[in-house]
C-alpha cells in the first residue's frame, strides 16, 4: 500500500467512525444509566440557572411536589457517577412495580419510562403529536 492509499483508508475509517458516533437515534433512557462529568458550577449558579425549562416542568411535576430533587436521579455534578441520562433502576427504587411490569410484559418490549412518560414532566401520558404537525 503506497502512502496514498494508507491515507484514504485513513480518511475513509476517520467518515465511517464520525457517522457512527454522529448518526445515533435519538436519546433514550437505557437500562443503565449513562456517566458522564459535569462541568464546574459557578458559586451562586443553581440548576434553573441553566436548565431552566428543565427546571419549570420538574417544579411543576409530583416529583417536585414529593422533594424528589434533580439530586435524587441524577446524582451529584461533582460525583464521578453522575448520571446524565439515569437508567431504570433510578426509577425502581421508588417505582418497582412499574419497572417490573416493564420488564417483564410483553407489551413493553423496547419500551423504557422515558418512551410515554416525557423526562421531567413524569405525570401524564406522552400525547402523540396531533396530525399534520
Ligand atoms: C425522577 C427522576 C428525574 C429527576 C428528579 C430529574 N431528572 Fe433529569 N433526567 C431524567 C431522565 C430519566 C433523563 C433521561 C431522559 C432520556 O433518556 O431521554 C433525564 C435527562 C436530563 C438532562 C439531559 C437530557 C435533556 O433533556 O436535556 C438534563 C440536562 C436533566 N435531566 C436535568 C435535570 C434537572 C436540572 C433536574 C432538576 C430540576 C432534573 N433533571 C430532575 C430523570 C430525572
Ligand atoms: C453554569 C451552567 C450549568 C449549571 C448551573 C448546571 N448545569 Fe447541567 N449542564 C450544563 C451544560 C453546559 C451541560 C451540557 C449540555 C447540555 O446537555 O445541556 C449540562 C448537562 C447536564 C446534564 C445532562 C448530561 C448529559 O449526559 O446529557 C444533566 C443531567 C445536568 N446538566 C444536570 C444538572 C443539575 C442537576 C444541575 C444542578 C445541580 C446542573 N446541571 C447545573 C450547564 C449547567
Ligand atoms: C425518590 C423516589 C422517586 C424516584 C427515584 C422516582 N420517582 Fe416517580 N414519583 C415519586 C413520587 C413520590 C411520585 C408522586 C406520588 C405518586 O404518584 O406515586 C412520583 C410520580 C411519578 C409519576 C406520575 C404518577 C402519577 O401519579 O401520575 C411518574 C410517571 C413517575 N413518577 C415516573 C418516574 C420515572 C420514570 C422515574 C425514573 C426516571 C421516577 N419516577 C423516579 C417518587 C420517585
Ligand atoms: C407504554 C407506555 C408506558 C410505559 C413504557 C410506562 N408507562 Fe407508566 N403509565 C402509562 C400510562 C398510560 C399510565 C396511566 C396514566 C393515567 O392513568 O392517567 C401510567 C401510569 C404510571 C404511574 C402512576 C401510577 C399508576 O400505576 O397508575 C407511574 C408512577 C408510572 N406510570 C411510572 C412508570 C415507570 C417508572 C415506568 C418505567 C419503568 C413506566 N411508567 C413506563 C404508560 C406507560
Known amino acids: 500500500m503506497n502512502s496514498f492509499c494508507a491515507r484514504m483508508f485513513g480518511l475513509t475509517l476517520f467518515v465511517f467512525l464520525f457517522l457512527a458516533i454522529a448518526v445515533q437515534p435519538a436519546i433514550a433512557q437505557q437500562e443503565q444509566a449513562t456517566h458522564v462529568f459535569h462541568r464546574l458550577i459557578p458559586a451562586g449558579d443553581t440548576c434553573a440557572t441553566c436548565h431552566k425549562a428543565i427546571y419549570d416542568q420538574w417544579k411543576a411535576s409530583p416529583h417536585a411536589a414529593n422533594g424528589v430533587e434533580c439530586t435524587v436521579c441524577h446524582g451529584e455534578t461533582t460525583a464521578k457517577d453522575f448520571a446524565g441520562l439515569p437508567g431504570l433502576s433510578t426509577c425502581e427504587n421508588c417505582h418497582s412495580d412499574q419497572v417490573a411490569q416493564l420488564k417483564s410484559d410483553p407489551f413493553m418490549k423496547g419500551k423504557t419510562c422515558v418512551s410515554c412518560h416525557e423526562a421531567h414532566i413524569f ?11
Open 123 to 133: 405525570v401524564e401520558h406522552k400525547k402523540a403529536a396531533p396530525a399534520g404537525e
